[in-house]
Each structure stands twice: as C-alpha cells, then as structure tokens.
C-alpha cells in the first residue's frame, strides 16, 4: 500500500453543522425567469501533476458487471407508481453514533456506511448482515464512494478493495473531502476544505486535473453527471459550480445569492435535471442546459442528502425535520414521508431501485422497499 502526498495546503476540511430549528414542508415552482441564470464561464487551463514513482502504485483495473439487484422480497423498483407502497423492509444496528453517510455498490450487493464512530461497515443488502467494518481511524467526513463496478470503496482518505478489503492507496489527509467516482469508474473525484479539487486516474494512480476552487470555499458535495462530461461541486458559498471535466472549465454557476451552506447534490439519470440541498431548508431542482430553476421543494429546516430514483421519477431528501421525503420530479409535489426518530443525514437509492437507505443521528440504517 502507497500513500498519495501531495502538496501541502493550508485548510482543512471542515464539517459544518446546522442547527434545527422548526419544520415547514410545501412545494412552490418557480417560473422559469424567476432565477435564471446565464453561463458564466471562468477558464482554467488543464494541469496535470504528475505523483512521484514511488506513490504511483496502479489500481486495480476497472471492470464491467451488470447490476444483479437487491433481491429483497417482491423485487418492485420504487417509483411514483409504487410509492404509497412503501414501508420499512429492516433496520441496520452496529454504529455507535450518527450515520453520515451511505453508497451502494453498483451491483447493489453491497451498502456502506459511515458513522461519526469513526467506522464505515460494509452491509449485505439482501440480507442486512454486517460483512466487514473498515477501520477507526478516519476524520469528520460525510461521503463515501463505489466504484461503478463495486471493486473499489472510496472514502474522504482511503480507497479500499471491497473484496481483499485491503488499502490500495492512502490520500493525504489535508486532501480528504468528498470522493466521487466517474460513471465509467476511470476517475475519481476528491474535494475538500479551501483546497484545490483533484482528479484522479484510477489505473495509474496520478492526478490528470485540478479544478481551482476559491480559496476560502469548503466544498461540501461533488459528483460526476450521468455521461461523464460535467463535474458539479458546491460548498458554502451558495454557489453550485459545473465543471467541463476533459478542459477544467467552468461551465455554469448556479448562484443562491447568498451564502448557503449547499451540503448535497444530485445529477438527475438523465442528466437534464440537477438537485441540490442545504441549509436554506430547500431542494433546489435547476435546468442543466439553462440554468433555471425548475421547482423549489420546502422542506424545513437544513437538508444533508438528496437522490434520484433511477427511473427519475422522485426524489428522496433528507434532513433535520426527521423524515425523508419523496418528490414527483415532474410537478414539484410531496408524494411520500418516511419518518426517523431523529435528524437524518443521508438518503440513497439502490441501483435497481427496489430499496432506498436512510441514516442519521439515531446511529441506525433504514432499508425502504416494497415487500409484496
């Protein structure tokens, strides 16, 4: 195992918390000259850093493998069909504080979990059995990742072989943030702090590009959109940016106006559509191609996670109102309220879309299907 030591920065990342304060669920569609806003495009020009030979160790090469599902019983993909159909398939115990957050593996096998208690366990989705339980040494972080093909699980520090369980490579710690694979599981994504956010090469293990933030951002949420072109990352500056990820261009900005801590963000499968979420007590929907804002969805109180379903038909948010709540995407209308017994920090859909994960500060992990 080789540690990736890059050059020293001065921030680190920070996690910033919201207080909770009332709840108010309503949701209002703008009009779409409400809050246009047109591209504005700052150049970077593309750099690429190379990482010394010996921190260079190549990852293992990615492979392709079709998604199986989840098996849980009925097999139903939840949709705006099937969403009043919805009820709790189980619940996961082991951490010992809150759960921050929560990735499925591309095949939807697996589940991980990161907890404040400093572990992330890795969970098999069919059953609910704890499989393996990474570590206890990681800092404040709220994003994991897969690796589309599910070989490889990335945290804000580590990247792991989910079958060896095994380190592969250590990032430096003054580089942890938020991991983010590309679709084609080619490249990963690390934001984090005021530092630059760096792309990686899975294969070579090098940096291929750095993305110039502002210095005195903390980047709070990055992700990759469905076709691989565009990098979106956003902290709390109230600013979402899209990156031209081939150029290091910045594409579009999408602007809150004021500072606003935006803790997550989510490409619609379709690419069209982009949510983001946070302390102003809102989901966001924007138009990716305009930069309108299709719907704003009132939820109350700061919101950490928000998701697609792989259909597109909802979208699931989760915040300090305790619950988790389902969106018709297409009308902007509250159709689904999944209730927690404290603030929730983090919401996904499985692959397949037969379940949906809920965690918080209630130290648990929520699995949601359709059982018949």
């Known amino acids: 195992m080789k540690t ?10 920070v996690l910033v918390a919201t207080s909770c304060q009332g709840v108010a669920t309503t949701a209002t569609s703008l009009p779409p000259t409400a809050t246009s806003f047109p591209p504005t495009a700052t150049s970077f020009p593309p750099t690429a850093t190379s990482l010394p030979p010996t921190a260079t160790r190549p990852l293992p090469t990615p492979t392709s493998a079709p998604p199986t599902g989840t098996g849980i019983p009925g097999g139903v993909p939840i949709s705006l069909d099937t969403v009043k159909q919805i009820e709790l398939v189980r619940s996961l115990s082991g ?10 593996s591309g095949d939807g096998a697996y589940l991980a979990s990161y907890s404040s208690d400093k572990t992330i366990k890795l969970w098999d989705a069919r059953s609910g059995q704890e499989t393996f339980t990474f570590g206890n040494q990681f800092q404040d972080i709220n994003s994991i990742a897969f690796s589309p093909d599910g070989h490889l699980l990335a945290s804000a520090e580590t990247i792991w072989d989910v079958e060896s369980k095994q380190v592969t490579h250590t990032l430096d710690r003054l580089e942890a943030g938020h991991p983010a694979f590309s679709d084609d599981g080619t490249l990963l994504a690390v934001s984090g702090g005021g530092s630059p956010i760096k792309l990686w090469d899975i294969v070579s293990g090098q940096v291929v590009r750095t993305f110039e933030e502002q210095a005195d951002n903390v980047t709070f949420a990055t992700a990759f959109s469905p076709d691989d072109t565009l990098l979106v990352t956003s902290g709390r500056d109230g600013i979402v940016t899209l990156w031209d990820v081939k150029s290091g261009q910045v594409v579009r900005t999408f602007s809150y106006g004021r500072e606003v801590g935006i803790h997550s963000v989510a490409f619609s499968p379709d690419g069209k559509l982009l949510a983001s979420a946070g302390t102003d007590e809102a989901v966001t929907i924007w138009d990716v191609a305009t930069g309108q804002v299709v719907h704003t969805l009132r939820q109350g109180n700061g919101l950490y996670g928000v998701t697609f379903s792989p259909d597109g038909s909802l979208l699931a948010s989760a915040g300090c109102d305790r619950t988790v709540k389902l969106w018709d995407v297409a009308s902007g209308r509250l159709v689904r309220t999944l209730s927690h017994s404290d ?6 859909f499985s692959p397949d879309g037969t379940l949906l994960a809920s965690g918080g500060y209630d130290n648990q992990v929520y699995l949601w299907g359709i059982s018949r």
Do not use: D, G, N
Request: proline share 4%; aromatic share 8%.
């Open 4 to 13: 990736l030591r890059l050059l020293p920065v001065l921030t680190m990342f």
């Open 343 to 348: 603030e929730v920090m983090a919401v996904v």
């Open 95 to 104: 951490h010992k504080s809150r759960v921050m957050a929560l990735a499925f």
